[in-house]
């Protein structure tokens, strides 16, 4: 049976690079892959996953109103799909994550998804609280803090590096917006 897994890490952490090398490995093999990114991150150029480490892929960008499942049934009409890979899934609705679910369980086709656990505050993102909720696999990406424990947070901050307690809760930034860090020193941080 095809599995809905949710790679989750703090900002920083190799999620994208993670996906991608997951790409390649079933590309390299001649196998059939859909990729999705979220629209809102204007980061790169529109509809590309891009890693730090240089990789990048095009992907289909997706809001709020895209059907995610319609989408890949499109495609599956077209081409025999081995893996649906979803970058930014903190960015999903919780309907969204739904429409994963019914992909891997309906149609057979493993549905990975990379994104945030929490927020700047520390709250779960709707889309990553409901892929906790219904994802067969958790899969944390670690990265190192500072002080060398895990990050698990990630702290907005502003152009002076200072911490940044109140706002948005989406506000798209890289490194000059967020510093990935462990729980006592985001603690520390926002004190
Ligand atoms: N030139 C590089 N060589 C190796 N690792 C790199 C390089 N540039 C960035 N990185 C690492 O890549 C990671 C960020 O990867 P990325 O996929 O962009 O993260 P995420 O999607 O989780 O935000 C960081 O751990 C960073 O240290
Ligand atoms: C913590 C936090 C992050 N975001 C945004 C900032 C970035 O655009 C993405 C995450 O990027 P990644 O490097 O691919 O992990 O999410 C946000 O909008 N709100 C937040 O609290
Ligand atoms: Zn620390």
């Given at each position: ?167 948005r809760q989406t506000e798209i930034g890289g490194n000059d ?5 462990c729980r006592r020193h985001h603690r520390e941080a926002l004190?």
């Amino acid at each position: 049976m095809a599995k809905l897994y949710f790679y989750y890490a703090s900002m920083n952490a190799g999620k994208s690079t993670n996906l991608l090398q997951a790409d390649f490995n079933y590309r390299e093999r001649g196998m059939a892959t859909m990729l999705f990114t979220a629209a809102i991150d204007d980061r790169f150029e529109h509809g590309t996953i891009a890693s730090r480490i240089g990789l990048s892929a095009p992907a289909t960008a997706f809001d709020a109103s895209t059907d995610l499942a319609a989408c890949t049934l499109d495609r599956q009409a077209r081409e025999t799909l081995s893996c649906v890979l979803v970058d930014e899934a903190q960015f999903l609705t919780p309907g969204q994550v739904d429409q994963l679910a019914a992909i891997a369980d309906d149609h057979g086709i493993p549905v990975l998804a990379y994104g945030l656990r929490t927020d700047f505050q520390g709250e779960l993102f709707p889309g990553s609280a409901r892929l906790l909720a219904l994802a067969d696999a958790l899969i944390e990406i670690k990265s190192v803090c500072q002080c060398g424990r895990k990050a698990t947070m990630n702290l907005r901050v502003d152009s002076q590096g200072r911490a940044i307690a109140e706002g948005r809760q989406t506000e798209i930034g890289g490194n000059d917006r967020y510093v990935a860090l462990c729980r006592r020193h985001h603690r520390e941080a926002l004190a």
